[in-house]
């Protein structure tokens, strides 16, 4: 079952949707094969728009906030554009079906136009599919949302890392362990957007790390053998293994994962608080 809501005359704006798109060239009844016997080229995601158009594109509401009396402007994050803003006009309005779809943590199909950074949402169908967030999971939700603003780039589309959204709101609507959950999702944000260095290689002899040793990490370079002046947290070598095959099955890689994550984040965002995280911490030291 979906549920549509389409923009208001005058151009309103609506948020995103999930999933993908099944009109690709290939499939059956798309574009022959050549002469030659060539298989007909596949069309690259950002080629499926149409002018300045993009029509039922996989997407999440990140955040929204007020724009004018009775318009919202919605950060989303899609599939194949990354993080997008959108007017959502008339979203406001009480009589608005815009209100009931851009929810945040659901699914979405949305559509818009234009040509500048700010362009108008036109159409968004609520997906479904996806268990809602509650209670704990619920704030460690707004926590990856908070760090995919913050640290996401406008219009920079990293799919995997979409998916690995979706994958992650599943495992915290299904109860699964929340501070493995966000481990793993705090890694491969960094890895995806290009700025978590491998934890297996020692910057310093080129050599694997040895589970053995106590290192410290570079945020711009990687890991190190510890040094006396070091303030940095220190991490056992076999935390650092674990964290690269995502086994946080042992008591110390948890702890010392969680410390070096909140340095490293720190270091990205560039000292800018994270809030969610703060409201966590105080409610289960995550």
């Given amino acids: ?9 005058a151009g309103s704006a609506v948020p995103s949707t999930l999933g993908s798109d099944p009109r690709r060239d290939g499939r059956p009844g798309g574009p022959a094969a050549g002469a030659d ?5 596949r069309t690259p995601p950002r080629e499926r728009t149409v002018g300045t158009k993009v029509a039922g594109q996989p997407a999440f509401v990140l955040h929204s906030y007020p724009y004018k009396e009775t318009s919202l402007i919605v950060d989303l994050l899609t599939r194949d554009f990354g993080r997008v803003a959108l007017i959502a006009k008339g979203a406001k309005r ?18 818009w136009s234009g040509k500048n950074e700010l362009r108008t949402l036109t159409d ?21 949302n908070e ?6 780039a406008r219009d920079d589309a990293h799919p995997a ?8 709101l599943n495992q915290l609507a299904h109860n699964e362990p929340p501070p493995i959950v966000l481990r793993k999702f705090e890694r491969a944000l960094l890895r995806e957007t290009g700025v978590g260095a491998d ?3 020692c910057t310093v ?10 290192y410290v990490v570079d945020p711009e370079r990687g890991p190190r053998p510890e040094r006396a002046a070091d303030t940095a947290p220190r991490v056992a070598g076999k935390t650092l293994l674990d964290m690269e095959n995502e086994d946080y099955a042992d008591a110390q890689t948890q702890a010392q994962s969680k410390q070096l994550m909140r340095f490293l984040l720190a270091h990205h965002l560039g000292g800018a608080p994270l809030n969610t995280r703060q409201i966590l911490i105080d409610l289960m030291q995550l």
């Fill in 124 to 144: 968004a169908e609520w997906v479904g599919g996806m268990l809602p967030l509650e209670r704990t999971a619920l704030l460690c939700g707004f926590y990856l």
């Fill in 199 to 201: 934890l297996t290689r």
């Fill in 205 to 214: 002899t080129r050599e694997r790390v040895q589970s053995d040793v106590q």
């Fill in 94 to 111: 009480p009589h608005s079906q815009l209100r009931g779809v851009l929810q945040t943590f659901q699914p979405l199909s949305a559509s």
């Fill in 1 to 9: 079952m979906t549920r549509s809501a389409t923009a208001e005359p």
């Fill in 37 to 41: 016997g060539t298989p007909p080229r």
């Fill in 161 to 168: 890392l979409f998916d690995h959204y979706v994958a992650t």
């Fill in 147 to 152: 760090l995919l603003v913050k640290l996401l």
